[in-house]
């Protein structure tokens, strides 16, 4: 497939999340959840005009572009203006909320002062490999592409004029297609339609419908059936029941007070606190619970891992934000549900997963997962008071503090055989095992080793789960036994607690410039460390090698632009751009020290950087002040609205 590094546009609905460049193209389409599976290598549209060849919507020299979404919804509208032509072509995209259904719509108005006779084209190739290959075959005014497992059908209320479903490539560019065959092997095929001619003046419209099914699921006959209650639809109909759904769905999750729009600042704030609103269900999956970390960019993996996949610590991240925007329901099925399928029988998790719980590829296990789950149930529940939710859950902590605490024994050299818990531990786990878990990945995923922030996590992890006894204790209070064991495992976070930070004072603290360090090997200023001081609350703001530290990150990693960087000598993606994400994260930080200057210079550059439509980025381009890389990425929208 074509490389495709930037969602420019992001929309779904019922069962499907699709995203777009900036001038209509449809990148991709996943269904039945927001990661997998991607089908579409790609999906061209076009018109011949009059005697012309292909005009391609999405990529002409004579079109000029404007996109935008009908407010404050997931409708995306692309307006073309050919200007050889003097036509203009509105596209709007949206999913319904009933059915596994992409409605593309298209109005055509001709500006120009002779008749434009239009023919629009279609040209779609799914991924195919060796074991899922693609057919093809034309059946009731419908192009149905499919392979073993689905079927995606491209069909409009008018009828096709004509069709190549082999060896369409060659022959598109002309904007004439013609095939004798009903039904072919090729993975990509195209269809065409007569808009017919426009006069000058003259507007005109066609609605092409896409639609998905699992194979699985029906036969052909019911197929058709449904396709044929997709043609019934009333679109303007369907298209109003679209918006009045997300416009309600958006004021029932807005959960404060939106800054009065007297400015081009003010305005743009806001368009990224409803378009993280509007983004955080499109990247969810219904049934599980999962959160993807954003649409994927990188299927090649030519320079990254991969993004569409659920990290359980930026899930963590994503549901505080939940928390934040009334959806307390997300929140709880992501710990009730997601967290406690996924987690090992030893108590961890790993690092990342479909977010319909399989496990997804990994390249090593990375502690702060772990400990972020049991971290992210005490948040949620001091939000909601929920002790049902707390006794739900406390199964799947206390394994997961458990484990925390064997990998403490490991990295403090921890042996004290007259200790009951550790005696407990041992027997669940082996030694072998044992002995490999301190080769924990960072947060950052690129070096092995101890590291501040982790720790800093366990911390987080241990004082949150004895907070969660001290709230549940009272639950037992007829179980001796229980109460028991609670006060063992409780005696030995709080010890691991203050080894914790002792071992942090001895090997991660610098006497020569009096700051903190990201792990015991190494000197680079991380803006990592600061997950010390927030969340995590290991050491206070004000104290005085957090202060030094502090500085230190604005000496080093803080950009002209007012962005800061994830770490020194950082090489990934060129690693010379400012993560929205740092900076929130300092925001974070000065807003515990009540700097609200400080914190709104950082806000400030995040809501500057964010792109036309309210998305934020992984990564800006420190001169343009643009979206570099990965748009639409949750943790960077948690992050804003936590702050």
Not at 133 to 150: C, F, I, W
Not at 288 to 315: L, Q
Not at 499 to 519: A, H, T, V
Request: net charge neutral; hydrophobic share 35%.
């Amino acid at each position: 497939m074509k490389n495709k590094y930037f969602n420019d546009a992001i929309i779904g609905g019922k069962g499907i999340t699709a995203s777009y460049s900036n001038n209509g193209e449809l990148l991709r389409m996943m269904y039945d959840a927001p990661d997998f599976r991607q089908y579409l290598d790609f999906f061209y549209t076009g018109v011949k005009v009059n005697d012309s060849w292909m005009i391609y919507l999405h990529e002409d020299q004579n079109n000029r572009y404007n996109q935008y979404y009908t407010q404050d919804t997931n409708i995306l509208n692309t307006e073309i203006e050919n200007t050889y032509f003097n036509m203009k072509v509105k596209q709007t995209d949206f999913v319904s909320v009933k059915n596994s259904v992409l409605v593309k719509r298209y109005f055509f108005e001709n500006n120009n002062t002779i008749d434009l006779n239009v023919n629009f084209l279609v040209h779609s190739k799914l991924l195919s490999d060796y074991n899922n290959s693609v057919g093809a075959k034309l059946e009731e005014n419908t192009l149905v592409q499919y392979n073993h497992n689905d079927t995606i059908c491209i069909f409009s209320k008018n009828p096709i004029l004509s069709h190549q479903l082999n060896d369409s490539k060659n022959t598109i560019g002309s904007g004439v297609i013609q095939d004798k065959d009903y039904i072919g092997m090729s993975s990509d095929s195209s269809i065409s339609y007569d808009v017919g001619v426009i006069k000058p003046g003259e507007k005109k419209e066609l609605d092409i419908f896409i639609y998905i099914t699992n194979n699985t699921k029906l036969d052909a006959e019911k197929l058709f059936k449904e396709i044929s209650d997709i043609k019934k639809m009333d679109v303007n109909r369907e298209q109003n029941n679209v918006e009045k759904y997300w416009k309600k769905y958006l004021k029932d999750h807005i959960n404060i007070t939106l800054k009065e729009e007297n400015s081009e600042y003010n305005k743009k704030y806001n368009k990224i606190y409803k378009r993280t609103i509007l983004l955080f269900p499109l990247l969810t999956n219904q049934s599980s619970g999962g959160v993807a970390a954003a649409i994927e960019v990188d299927e090649e993996k030519e320079n990254c891992g991969r993004y569409g996949y659920c990290w359980p610590r930026d899930a963590v991240f994503i549901t505080e934000a939940f928390d934040k925007l009334k959806m307390q329901k997300e929140t709880e099925k992501f710990y009730k549900n997601f967290c406690k399928n996924t987690q090992n029988k030893n108590g961890m998790w790993e690092q990342r997963f479909y977010t319909d719980g399989r496990l997804a590829p990994c390249w090593g296990y990375q502690i702060d997962e772990t400990a972020s789950v049991v971290y992210g149930v005490y948040e949620h529940f001091k939000e909601v008071d929920d002790m049902k939710f707390l006794k739900d859950t406390l199964k799947m902590c206390e394994n997961a503090s458990k484990f925390l605490c064997v990998y403490m024994d490991n990295i403090l050299g921890t042996h004290d055989t007259s200790d009951i818990v550790k005696n407990e531990i041992e027997a669940t786990y082996h030694t072998e095992e044992r002995n490999k878990l301190p080769l924990s990945y960072d947060l950052w995923e690129m070096h092995e080793g101890v590291h501040l922030y982790s720790l800093s996590a366990i911390y987080a992890a241990f004082d949150a789960m004895i907070k969660i006894y001290e709230n549940i204790e009272p639950e037992y209070k007829e179980n001796r036994l229980k109460l028991e064991s609670i006060s063992k495992l409780k005696n030995k976070m709080k010890k691991n607690m203050e080894e914790i930070k002792k071992y942090i004072s001895q090997n991660m603290y610098d006497e020569n410039m009096k700051c903190l360090l990201r792990n015991n090997s190494d000197k680079k200023t991380d803006i990592s460390v600061l997950g010390c001081v927030a969340p995590f609350k290991l050491f206070g703001t004000k104290e005085k090698k957090v202060v030094n530290t502090i500085e230190r990150i604005n000496l080093t990693l803080r950009t002209y632009t007012g962005g800061y960087l994830r770490f020194e000598d950082d090489n990934y993606m060129g690693g010379k751009n400012p993560w929205p994400i740092a900076t929130l994260w300092m925001a974070m930080y000065y807003k515990e020290i009540g700097d609200k200057k400080k914190m709104d210079e950082c806000i400030k550059f995040v809501v500057n950087s964010a792109n036309e439509h309210g998305f934020l980025a992984e990564q800006v381009d420190n001169s343009s002040m643009k979206p570099s890389w990965v748009n639409g990425l949750a943790w960077s929208h948690a992050m804003f609205v936590i702050i």
